[in-house]
């Protein structure tokens, strides 16, 4: 990382690689959030004298736990399962379960620490954590993956619960995911606890929108940016990474709104439709068949299909990076700014690298980090919350009105964040600095615990 943190927040960022080594991608996150802080330092002097900064960067509970499970075959497997509950200063801890072969100490915390201020933003009382397994579900049976879910919730379900933790869906953790994991659940603890998982189906506890919310939630936040210089996502050419869960319903967002999106991706490679990506054959694609992009290409004549490369060669005017964290290198944004990109809005998490968000930045495009333009997903588990705990289910266009009256609000409060910290426009500033300041403010609050 480039050394040019604030002098005030350098010895606490060196304490911070010191006591986690090896964990790139959470001294990443810790290091984005840290710069943003400058505005205020020495400005508030009672969060030094609480030791805001070093608390917020430990977390409150690493729970690391060996899950076995069998094959079809009958053959035994052991994977690693981790839950990081990082901060409950606003709330019950707050966020998703990843499936998937990248998973790490590294990548859960610093997915929780993002939460933590992600879930700030939302204003809803809810507080940051995550979790996952190194477990790839790709492949797998329907009985295999059921059985994985049933130990890894084995274990979990002693550490969860609506007034304690409150996992959610993440890659690899989808609604076939989350109903064998809260049968579980409720097979051990013998309670219908609705409010212990969110993300569930509709017809046992789950919310309208919430499947949608991440898509949906990123291009609101995206159509309020475009907002400030007076344009819409009207004829825009807009490319989408990724064509899991967040991808596919960003995409439907924009061309309801009136853009084109001419290009998704997936670990193949990607996916170039000229006449804008046909949402139906994507869905039965990656929904129902749970196949891969080189079938997209096969069935449909305007398309063309891409091994490798990089999608962000493709040009376009808004680029919605909705796969997983540091895919938009430096190389990337080079490329999308040389062919006139406007508007970078993240739909994954942490999806940019630093060097991207560098460039972003001096070329004065919008820019917008995950932990503001991706939170309608977490918002909308929070609605979950909500209407489990009254045993209520509201409807479809309620709950879409609610999340981007949400979004709308996350919005102006990263302006005028950013505004009064004297950091106009900067979408990465304002976000940290008024994520940080509630969460900072909570723990001033409640002492030192």
């Known amino acids: 990382m480039p050394a040019d943190l604030h002098p005030n927040f350098q010895s606490q960022y060196d304490a911070v690689i010191a006591r986690n080594p090896g964990e790139p991608e959470f001294h990443q996150a810790i290091y984005e959030v840290m710069l943003s802080l400058a505005p205020?330092?020495?400005?508030?002097?009672?969060?030094?004298?609480w030791s805001i900064l070093k608390r917020i960067c430990e977390p409150e509970r690493q729970i690391i736990f060996r899950v076995p499970w069998v094959t079809d075959d009958g053959e035994v497997r052991i994977n690693r399962g981790y839950r990081v509950e990082f901060n409950s200063a606003l709330g019950p801890?707050?966020?998703?379960?990843?499936?998937?072969?990248?998973?790490?100490?590294?990548?859960?915390?610093?997915?929780?620490?993002?939460?933590?201020?992600?879930?700030?933003?939302?204003?809803?009382?809810?507080?940051?954590?995550?979790?996952?397994?190194?477990?790839?579900?790709?492949?797998?049976?329907?009985?295999?993956?059921?059985?994985?879910?049933?130990s890894f919730m084995t274990e979990l379900y002693r550490h969860i619960g609506e007034y304690t933790d409150?996992?959610?869906?993440?890659?690899?953790?989808?609604?076939?995911?989350?109903?064998?994991?809260?049968?579980?659940?409720?097979?051990?603890?013998?309670?219908?606890?609705?409010?212990?998982?969110?993300?569930?189906?509709?017809?046992?506890?789950?919310?309208?929108?919430?499947?949608?919310?991440?898509?949906?939630?990123?291009?609101?936040?995206?159509?309020?940016?475009?907002?400030?210089?007076?344009?819409?996502?009207?004829?825009?050419?807009?490319?989408?990474?990724?064509?899991?869960?967040?991808?596919?319903?960003?995409?439907?967002?924009?061309?309801?709104?009136g853009g084109t999106v001419i290009a998704c991706s997936d670990s193949d490679g990607y996916v170039v439709d000229e006449a804008g990506i046909d949402l139906d054959l994507l869905k039965d694609i990656k929904e129902v068949r749970r196949g891969r992009l080189t079938e997209y290409a096969d069935q449909r004549d305007s398309a063309r299909h891409v091994s490798g490369g990089s999608l962000w060669d493709v040009p376009c005017q808004v680029a919605l990076p909705c796969a997983t964290q540091n895919e938009l290198p430096a190389a990337g944004a080079k490329t999308l700014l040389d062919n006139g990109v406007e508007l970078v809005a993240e739909g994954a998490n942490m999806p940019s690298t630093p060097e991207a968000i560098g460039l972003f930045q001096e070329a004065?495009?919008?820019?917008?980090?995950?932990?503001?333009?991706?939170?309608?997903?977490?918002?909308?588990?929070?609605?979950?919350?909500?209407?489990?705990a009254s045993r209520d289910s509201w409807n479809f266009e309620d709950t879409e009105a609610r999340l981007e009256q949400i979004m709308t609000d996350i919005h102006a409060v990263c302006v005028a964040t950013a505004e009064e910290f004297g950091h106009p426009g900067d979408y990465v500033v304002g976000a940290n600095l008024a994520g940080y300041i509630k969460v900072a403010d909570a723990m001033v609050a409640l002492g030192v615990i």
Request: charged residues 20%.
């Open 93 to 150: 801890y707050k966020g998703g379960l990843r499936f998937h072969p990248s998973v790490n100490l590294s990548i859960i915390k610093f997915l929780g620490f993002e939460q933590t201020f992600k879930n700030s933003l939302t204003g809803m009382p809810i507080g940051g954590g995550k979790g996952g397994s190194d477990f790839d579900p790709k492949g797998r049976s329907n009985a295999e993956i059921m059985r994985f879910c049933q």
């Open 40 to 49: 205020i330092a020495g400005e508030r002097p009672e969060y030094a004298q």
């Open 364 to 388: 004065g495009i919008l820019y917008a980090p995950g932990k503001a333009s991706n939170a309608g997903g977490v918002a909308t588990s929070a609605l979950e919350m909500q209407q489990n």
């Open 166 to 257: 409150v996992p959610a869906g993440d890659i690899g953790v989808g609604g076939r995911e989350l109903g064998y994991l809260f049968g579980q659940y409720k097979r051990i603890t013998n309670r219908y606890e609705s409010g212990a998982l969110t993300g569930k189906g509709l017809t046992w506890g789950g919310s309208r929108v919430r499947t949608e919310a991440t898509g949906y939630g990123t291009v609101f936040f995206a159509q309020q940016m475009l907002g400030t210089r007076g344009q819409s996502f009207d004829g825009k050419r807009v490319v989408v990474s990724g064509s899991g869960n967040v991808a596919i319903y960003a995409i439907e967002k924009v061309h309801q709104l």
